[in-house]
């Protein structure tokens, strides 16, 4: 019984090492391919543009919609509690560490990872299973530099604008929202905001959006293009996408975390 969990338990960690193994080459052979993007003709641009456009620009909506509720609700909440303290100051060191430092990463990231990144796994996972990709290799075409080197640009420049989008909205339309109910005057509110705003907290959510991006793209092309024959396998595909992309994003905003404020 022992002999045969451990056999068992010897061969899941095998099996799980020879993943691992195969997912970080794939992830060296995207790197390697970024350098021969450049190089190509407008048909790579052409992927990057449409990959823009889906997940920046189409997901501009919902990421502003979230971004002034949720900057609303902080204004709103934080002023009606630290004022009567006499600390309404510490409004402004909430709304950068919670909206600038993590709300906006994360959230920005969580919604590629639903949009993009299952549009992303289960597109591959189709051309597989209809063997296209096996039409681009016998006519000399690496599926990496045509479909996953332009995806990944396209989400980590996407998942930066909106990064930017949901900073701005977050906080300038979080005050025009807890303006009708807490009046703050335009200019004592952003120059107090500028005041705790620091260069390391946009470095640190630049790198963030920029780490999330690569991240989600990366690993939702790897899982789809893992799919080998059946139609059944691109659902199962796409689920692992997701929860391997959310694991390695709150994996990374963690380490970023831990590396640069403590």
């Not at 289960?122 to 990709?133: D, F, K, Q, R, S």
Request: glycine share 6%.
């Amino acid at each position: 019984m022992a002999d045969s969990f451990l056999e068992q338990l010897g061969q899941n960690v095998r099996s799980s090492l020879r993943a691992y193994i195969t997912f970080l080459s794939f992830a060296a052979a995207v790197i390697a391919s970024f350098p021969k993007f450049f190089k190509q003709t407008q048909v790579g641009y052409l992927v990057l543009l449409r990959q823009v456009l889906f997940t920046g620009y189409e997901a501009l909506s919902i990421v502003v919609l979230i971004s002034v509720s949720i900057g609303g609700l902080i204004i709103l909440e934080g002023y009606s509690i630290l004022a009567n303290f006499g600390q309404s100051d510490l409004l402004y060191v909430i709304l950068v560490s919670v909206i600038t430092r993590e709300l906006s990463n994360l959230l920005t990231a969580f919604i590629i990872v639903a949009r993009s990144g299952t549009a992303i796994a289960t597109e591959l996972g189709n051309m597989v299973v209809n063997h296209e990709i096996d039409a681009l290799l016998s006519i000399g075409i690496s599926p990496i530099s045509y479909l996953v080197v332009p995806r990944t640009i396209g989400v980590v420049v996407s998942l930066l604008v909106l990064n930017v989008y949901f900073n701005i909205t977050g906080i300038l339309g979080g005050w025009m929202v807890s303006n009708w109910f807490y009046p703050i005057d335009f200019n004592v509110f952003f120059s107090k905001l500028l005041a705790k705003l620091t260069l390391v907290d946009i470095s640190a959510s630049i790198l963030k959006s920029m780490l999330f991006g690569f991240a989600i793209a990366i690993i939702s092309s790897f899982h789809g293009l893992q799919v080998n024959f059946a139609s059944t396998e691109v659902p199962q595909r796409t689920i692992r996408a997701v929860v391997y992309s959310l694991t390695m994003v709150v994996i990374i905003d963690v380490a970023v975390v831990v590396l640069i404020y403590l």
